[in-house]
């Protein structure tokens, strides 16, 4: 019997990367389900070469225009609306469920999918950054697996395969540094979004990409490896690594390091995600160590302040971490369209921590509220700056 997949979010880096794997291993994999948010057009070329038994676009304004693309395929159910994405997990032949959409959307889905006892190949890591606690204990609940398809979590689990009754010492979290690792807290006032797209070792989605220039995206995944891996953050090191080959590593009680190793493609996460424990073929190239050397220094939290802030936000714990992702989310964004610099991101971000009503036992409720007020309140302080430009 072939695994019946679906993935949140097939048009995009993680979720055609994806693919490719389905595509290399269809004697073990199909496609259940597909979905986007807008890009209609592509998601319908998915589902005519993929034949999934159903297609979801997350944005109903583009429900019409997919369902015509479709009309000449009866067997490829189409629905469209968030609402669809949360059903569409819980069916019943589906074996696993990647979640590679972007930002807090993916919290619902992943929440019904766990209750519907799907395993999750979970990329999203905001859903972990947001509710950690609650998406831990909803798993543990249901008995189902969280397998972590970021690389860096990828490589972690990989290292702690056969260590069952062995207590972690210290994670050491590697990090490219992204394209102004070098840059002077002068030349980052001035910045723009095109350089940040320029990541020097990973090709990926514009959101994380610019996270990874802020290292909010590593300040995420301290909070992601404290939920998958039960590690206080203090200790999880964060090392920037320049030539992202080490992809992370775990230090045991005897002072012993375990690592993964390999060439920056997120193709071998997400395919050991879907075969664990099995490793299976996979056609890509292969490392040579001779190539380059692989470096180490200190992260510099004053200059990148969101890493820093992600350490306070998962020490404080609460809806915290849920009220830094909302602000984070509208600042990428303005970031993006020009309506916010590269260092106001952080000091938005920043702000917006200290403003919105802090809760230390958060249910779901709470953290949907969170992330409204958290992103009204962190557009506010945009405008504001915007008005004074
Ligand atoms: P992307 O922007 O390339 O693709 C996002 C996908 O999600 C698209 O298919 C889009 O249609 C869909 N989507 C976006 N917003 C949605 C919404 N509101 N509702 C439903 N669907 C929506 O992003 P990506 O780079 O593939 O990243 C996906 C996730 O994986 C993110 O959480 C990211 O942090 C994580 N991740 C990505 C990489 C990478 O290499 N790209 C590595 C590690 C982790
Ligand atoms: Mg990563």
């Known amino acids: 019997m072939k695994q019946q997949i679906c993935i949140l979010g097939s048009t995009g880096s993680i979720g055609t990367q994806a693919l490719d794997i389905i595509e290399q291993h269809s004697d073990l994999y199909e496609t259940y389900a597909l979905t986007a948010n807008s890009r209609w057009k592509e998601l319908a070329a998915q589902a005519r070469k993929f034949r999934p038994a159903a297609v979801v676009i997350a944005n109903e304004a583009y429900y019409k225009d997919l369902s015509k693309e479709l009309a000449d395929q009866p067997d490829i159910k189409v629905y469209a609306g968030a609402e669809a994405l949360n059903q569409i997990v819980e069916a019943e032949p589906i074996n696993m469920v990647l979640t590679a959409m972007v930002g807090f959307s993916g919290l619902e889905p992943t929440i019904h999918a766990i209750k519907a006892k799907k395993k999750i190949c979970l990329a999203n890591k905001e859903t972990l950054v947001v509710a950690g606690e609650l998406i831990c204990g909803l798993a543990a609940e249901n008995r189902v697996s969280v397998l972590p398809v970021d690389s860096e979590h990828s490589a972690i689990f990989q290292s702690l395969v056969g260590e069952d009754e062995n207590e972690i010492e210290k994670i050491l979290l590697t990090c490219s540094g992204g394209p102004f690792r070098l840059f002077s807290s002068e030349q980052l006032q001035t910045v723009t979004a095109a350089d940040a797209l320029r990541h020097p070792t990973w090709d990926m989605g514009a959101k994380i990409t610019i996270d990874s220039a802020s290292l909010m995206n590593k300040g995420f995944e301290v909070i992601e490896a404290k939920w998958l891996f039960g590690v206080p953050a203090d200790k999880i090191q964060v090392l920037i690594h320049p030539q992202s080959i080490v992809h992370s590593a775990v230090q045991f009680a005897d002072g012993g390091v375990k690592a993964q190793l390999g060439i920056p493609d997120m193709h071998l996460p997400i395919q050991y995600a879907f075969s664990f424990p099995k490793r299976l073929s996979l056609r890509a190239e292969r490392l040579d160590l001779f190539k380059q050397p692989l470096e180490f220094f200190e992260p510099d939290m004053q200059k990148f302040k969101c890493l820093g802030m992600a350490y306070e936000a998962i020490e404080k714990g609460g809806n ?60 506010d302080l945009m405008n504001e700056r915007l008005g004074k430009r």
């Open 320 to 379: 915290m971490p849920c009220i830094m992702n909302a602000a984070n989310e509208i600042v990428n964004e303005g970031f993006r369209k020009g309506a916010c610099s590269f260092v106001g991101m952080g000091e938005i971000i920043e702000q917006t921590m200290a403003k919105v009503g802090f809760d230390e036992n958060p249910d779901l409720d709470v953290y949907l509220q969170t992330d409204a007020e958290a992103r009204r309140v962190a557009m």
